[in-house]
T-cell receptor, first 114, second 108 residues
Framework: IAGITQAPTSQILAAGRRMTLRCTQDMRHNAMYWYRQDLGLGLRLIHYSNTAGTTGKGEVPDGYSVSRANTDDFPLTLASAVPSQTSVYFC?????????????FGPGTRLTVL | ELKVEQNPLFLSMQEGKNYTIYCNYSTTSDRLYWYRQDPGKSLESLFVLLSNGAVKQEGRLMASLDTKARLSTLHITAAVHDLSATYFCAFPLTGLVFGQGTRLTINP
């Protein structure tokens, strides 16, 4: 069982380019989340989805969009990347539809925007 | 606005010593999570504390939750080098709201 996979592992991107970070889980979890982690800081929630077909905004959603077409996949898109989006991005999932369930994290994507 | 504050943010200690990391939060909750992160790695779930007075232990780590004081602690007993990592507490809201993390370095 893979758990949560993310792709790519790392990416260097020119400012203004569009980029989609992929996240797939095989645990049949209802809820999925995207966080970013900046140097020296904890993780901050970007977007979440409590169940397939629904999404919501987290603490830092600007410049990002998500979709949840099915249970397993939760891609994060940067429509026009800016240097301030340089960060490590973690996808997470939990069984229940709220954060009142233990969350499990993917390996992360390290993104550098130049 | 919810605040989740950890202290200390940096901790350097000798093997064999005991220490405690504190996590204060500004609003009520009946649960709290602790995660560990090794450098360059993802987050690993350590403890899920589900009620006031909850205490959980795993090896040399013990976590507790006092919902009335809005305080959780992570106690390290007889530290060993392998426990060097960054430890985060996290508060359940829409997603998780994380503390700043405590970078723990254990020296031989």
């Amino acid at each position: 069982i893979a758990g949560i996979t993310q792709a790519p592992t790392s990416q260097i991107l020119a400012a203004g380019r569009r980029m989609t970070l992929r996240c797939t889980q095989d645990m049949r979890h209802n809820a999925m989340y995207w966080y970013r982690q900046d140097l020296g800081l904890g993780l901050r929630l970007i977007h979440y989805s409590n169940t397939a077909g629904t999404t919501g905004k987290g603490e830092v959603p600007d410049g990002y969009s998500v979709s949840r077409a099915n249970t397993d996949d939760f891609p994060l898109t940067l429509a026009s990347a800016v240097p301030s989006q340089t960060s490590v991005y973690f996808c997470a999932s939990s069984a229940g539809g709220t954060s009142y369930n233990e969350q499990f994290f993917g390996p992360g994507t390290r993104l550098t925007v130049l | 606005e919810l605040k989740v504050e950890q202290n200390p943010l940096f901790l350097s200690m000798q093997e064999g010593k005991n220490y405690t990391i504190y996590c204060n939060y500004s609003t009520t909750s009946d649960r709290l999570y602790w995660y560990r992160q090794d450098p360059g790695k993802s987050l690993e779930s350590l403890f899920v504390l589900l009620s006031n007075g909850a205490v959980k232990q795993e090896g040399r780590l013990m976590a507790s939750l006092d919902t009335k004081a809005r305080l959780s602690t992570l106690h390290i007993t007889a530290a060993v080098h392998d426990l060097s990592a960054t430890y985060f507490c996290a508060f359940p809201l829409t997603g998780l709201v994380f503390g700043q993390g405590t970078r723990l370095t254990i020296n031989p």
